[in-house]
DNA sequence: CATATAATTGATAATAAATATCAATAGATA
DNA sequence: TATCTATTGATATTTATTATCAATTATATG
């Protein structure tokens, strides 16, 4: 038989986003299927451009047009989380769509997701000193990994 | 006499710039003295739009050029904190130009600056969890003000 | 399997904030 | 006041994203 129960992490994400998919008049192309297993499969962040590329390896004549539509597909589903950068660089989490920290390289932009706990704390502070009420974040610190760090030491 | 010492705080704000700007070959147009009074008194992050108008409101002249040159040499100096947006809707502080949390109301985009005491413990977990040695942060916290949140209740 | 429907694709145009360009203007200094 | 050059203002350029639309193709149905 071809369809079998996900059993790797990553094949776990692609069956949560296809059962969303499942839900409405959504359509499954091969080229909109290789995006979904890029993003549901990656832990490092990639672009616009990273995806457009591998996706591209499989599907030759996939337009940077069908990226763009499959990830605001995603968006809307809350399915992929979008890290927005003002110079255009944005990056995209498929792996963990929710709101979480993040650490940024300013060098090599590699970017990171640690298991932090005192979120909610601050969170908690914040709601507390301002009356707002919250319903996402955006907790970004920029610096160098450890590998730029051992590179700018000479 | 005409000068005379800071009394405000928004005096003594500008004062902290124009030291800075001083120190190299820039001059003290007229133009740019209004800009950095609008940033060095503002409280609520303008936008370069907001700037634009309230300057025009006494140069009716100036270009919106001279807005964003002016931005990039406070950017530089590090006197004014950007608050970037991937949507293009950039907000500026020039009160407190150091990173500090900020609450967002995604309705009527109001921004706040509230006094956080537990940042540097989660930096302090990101740094021990990562090993990145950060420079920078970007804290936002998007939800609903006091204010929109009674108008929603209808 | 053949057919109908409409969601999707791919190519391209449009959008818009930020930046670059450059001749004209006007601070700063002596 | 004259000189020098930083700055201005108008405009062009850049570039990631969004919009457009005819052609394609996934899906359901008989
Ligand atoms: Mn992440
Ligand atoms: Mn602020
Ligand atoms: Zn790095
Ligand atoms: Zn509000």
Redesign the interface.
Known sequence: MKNHHPVTPKEERLAQILAKIKGRDFRLTPQRLAILNILAASEDHPSVDDIYKEVRNRFPTTSIATVYKTIALLKELNEVL?L?????S?RYDGHRPYPH?H?I??RCRKI?D??????D???E??KK??????????????????EC?KNSRK
């Open positions: 979008e927005g950068f003002p110079d255009g944005n920290p650490a390289c300013t990171m640690p298991e932090i706990s005192s979120v704390e601050l969170s502070e914040m000193k301002t009356g707002y009420s919250f319903s996402f974040h955006r907790l970004d610190f920029f610096g160098l990994c450890p760090q």
